[in-house]
Structures are given as C-alpha cells and as structure tokens.
C-alpha cells in the first residue's frame, strides 16, 4: 500500500470531464441499460476519471515512463488504462465508506481476460489524499462474487490484502 497527496483541483478536472464522459455515453446506456447506474452515471464517470489523474500523478512525480489511454473518447474503451513496462494495468476507483473494499465488476473483469495484467486500485480517504493497492489480474478470479447494487462484482476487504 502506498499513501499519495494530490491536488485538490483534480475533483473539479473530473468532474467536467466525467460530465463529457457521462454525456458521450449516454446513447450506450439507450442500447445497453445494464450500464445505466441512473443518478449516480456522472459520479462513477468522474471518480472514474480522478483515479486515473491520480494514478497519472503519481507515476508522473515518481518519473515513471508510462502510457495512458484517453481519458474521453466517442466511445468507451476496452484498452488497459495504463501500460507500464508492459504491463497492461486496469484502474479502479472507490471512496473510503464503512466497508472498506476494493471491487472489480464481474463482467468487465472477464472481458479483461488476455487484456489486463494488473489492477490498480485508488483508495480516496479525502480530497486530497488516496491510497494505492495493485493486485495482479489472476488473483480477482479467486475474490468471492456476489450481486452488488447494479451488477456483480468481486470483491475482497482491504484488510485482507
């Protein structure tokens, strides 16, 4: 686990561009509703978006050389967020609540299968400071699986990582 400040404008740089990201998927959620979270689209989008600023951040501050996938384009990708020596790395973004817990969507991850080598999770305590935790893509596959509010997910508490 490593702990990492960031500066507080990336919540309003994700939020404009998780409101684009948002209204750029509006039509797949018309043809796929199950990718419709309803009120709370424009809030996945942008948490979505800080933690790839963050994880940007961070490896920019650590002068890391790394390639990072658009954060808005006309349609979503199904490319690693980032590439890192190779590696093909999914980011996952959650705010700290009660549960503690990290969470991967069961059918994303699946489509992930030869496409993804790692996840990174950015773990937001508060509006300036966040926590990372990387786990390697095969060891989702053994998380327990259950119905979450819109889909199912793996998901592991943090404690136990």
């Given at each position: ?54 994880a ?67 773990y ?22 259950k ?15």
């Amino acid at each position: 686990m490593v702990t990492f400040n960031f500066p507080k404008s990336f919540w309003i740089i994700a939020e404009q561009i998780g409101l684009a990201r948002t209204v750029v998927n509006k039509e797949l959620t018309i043809k796929a509703p199950r990718y419709d979270r309803g009120e709370k689209n424009q809030h996945v989008d942008t948490l979505g978006i800080l933690g790839e600023l963050i994880a940007m951040e961070y490896l920019t501050q650590k002068n890391y050389e790394f390639t990072a996938a658009q954060l808005l384009d006309y349609k979503p990708s199904k490319n690693a967020d980032l590439i890192i020596k190779g590696k093909r790395i999914d980011v996952k973004t959650s705010r700290k609540s009660e549960y503690e817990m990290l969470l991967v969507n069961e059918e994303a991850h699946n489509k992930g299968l030869n496409k993804i080598d790692l996840y990174l999770f950015v773990y937001i305590l508060n509006e300036s400071t966040a926590e990372f935790y990387s786990v390697n893509y095969d060891e989702v596959n053994k998380w327990p699986c259950k119905l979450m509010k819109y889909t199912n997910a793996f998901y592991t508490k943090i404690i136990d990582l």
